[in-house]
């Protein structure tokens, strides 16, 4: 059985993640026709917990799983407990007595209850009544919509869900008319102000990383700049010490740690140290974002057997967040960072084998099945394959973010 299942996070209004949605498909071949929501939703679940490892998707983290009337009705939320699962009811479910008497069954059991695509509309207060949270996408109520949904509810006791968020703009916005959650790539995009410069103390870090990104690194160019601020410096060595690499022994200078790791290792492990140290008024889940991409990228290009001298695979997913964390053009950055001629091809999106990957990461996160299915036979990885990659990629990155003090 292809399970592919992708994860996007739910943010509060302080941008920390406090659940996902898993985003399904069962197989590629079926892109181009509507799928079927129970079937769709039965393999999902399954997949999820008996292929994949549900707590290795999600960290541990409640899931929003789309439930059509009929798998409602048929007590499949009861696979996974309620302190995991939030049952989204999809908008084409009607307030009928069973479907009520359904979700309060839910309720008494600890479940929550989430509307999705919720719209203003008669004979729809019944399932409001029984809801916890109700989600309103973005991209289809504009404008005065937008207040006239939050003023309607203002008075019942459901949370709001803002999804398909993909602005800070938009964000914003929702923050302003009570919305509690949010969903949307808006987290991973710039916030570009024509004119505004990166400030001083991000120049020096961008600095830095451009010695860390010279074909060959300059061991004591890295060490001066590193030793220069101490905070920096500190961190990464509480990370090489961290059970995430699990070294026999504690490494106590930049040099030794150097030797240790070797240039690759060391490489990654001082980009994430500086990217944590530039995330100020980020999201965590922007720098976890970037360690997955990294991840797959290095996973997929060594099970196609594509390598290059010089080229890391996993620095054109982890700098594919660069222009979200300094919220500055990702070419401009580019034009000032000397990073590998494959790995900037990359990253602007040229067809290049590298390219293709990191177009495929994206196109996975944002559950594009069908740019996911074109770019699979480009790539040339049996289907199959991607989603393990892919939940291997999410693993690995959740792990290491719980074994590092962040």
């Known amino acids: ?14 941008k920390r993640v406090v659940a996902y949605e898993l985003l399904f498909r069962s197989g590629l071949e079926n892109f181009f026709s509507a ?4 079937a769709a939703s039965q393999t999902v679940m399954s997949g999820a ?18 439930f059509t009337r009929s798998l409602l009705l048929s007590k499949l939320a009861f696979v996974l407990p309620p302190t995991h699962l939030v049952v989204e009811l999809l908008e084409t479910v009607e307030p009928d007595n069973e479907a009520l008497n359904a979700c309060r069954e839910l309720k008494q059991h600890g479940y929550l209850i989430a509307l999705d695509d ?6 729809y207060e019944p399932l409001i009544s029984v809801a916890d949270i109700v989600k309103v996408d973005f991209l289809q109520v504009k404008g005065e919509e937008r207040k006239k949904v939050s003023q309607s509810l203002a008075r019942s006791k459901v949370r709001l869900l803002a999804e398909k968020v993909e602005t800070m703009e938009d964000f914003r916005e929702a923050v302003q008319l009570g ?4 969903q949307g790539f ?5 916030e570009i102000v024509s004119g505004r410069e990166v400030p001083s103390h991000k120049l020096a870090y961008l600095r830095l990383i451009q010695e860390l990104n010279q074909p060959e690194l300059d061991f004591s160019a890295v060490e001066a700049a590193l030793k220069s601020d101490l ?41 994430l140290a500086l990217a944590t140290s530039l995330l100020e008024d980020k999201p965590q889940e922007l720098i976890l974002t970037g360690v997955v991409r990294g991840r797959f990228c290095d996973l997929v290009c060594q099970r196609v057997g594509w390598r290059v001298l010089g080229v890391d695979p996993f620095l054109v997913g982890f700098l594919s967040v660069l222009d979200a964390l300094l919220d500055q053009p990702l070419p401009q950055l580019l034009d000032e960072l000397p990073v590998a001629p494959e790995i900037k091809d990359a990253l602007l999106g040229r067809p290049t084998l590298l390219g293709l990957v990191h177009n495929l990461v994206i196109a996975y996160e944002r559950a594009d099945w069908e740019r996911v299915s074109e770019l699979i036979g480009k790539v040339g990885l049996p289907e ?14 959740d792990m290491l973010f719980q074994q590092i003090p962040l």
């Open 179 to 182: 919305y509690t959650y949010f």
């Open 1 to 14: 059985m292809k399970v592919f299942v992708a994860r996007q996070p739910i943010f509060d209004k302080l």
């Open 384 to 397: 199959g394959e991607v989603p393990l990659l892919y939940a291997e990629a999410v693993a690995w990155a």
């Open 49 to 66: 917990v008996h292929i994949f490892g549900l707590a290795s998707l999600t960290g541990g983290k409640p899931v929003f799983i789309n």
């Open 35 to 38: 799928s079927d929501g129970d």
């Open 231 to 271: 905070s920096l410096s500190l961190k990464l060595l509480r990370y090489i010490n961290s059970a995430a690499i699990g070294l026999r022994y504690p490494v106590t200078s930049l040099r030794q740690a150097m030797v240790l790791l070797g240039e690759q290792n060391f490489r990654r492990w001082a980009l």
């Open 118 to 123: 919720f719209v203003l509309r008669p004979g």
């Open 186 to 190: 808006f987290f991973s995009k710039p």
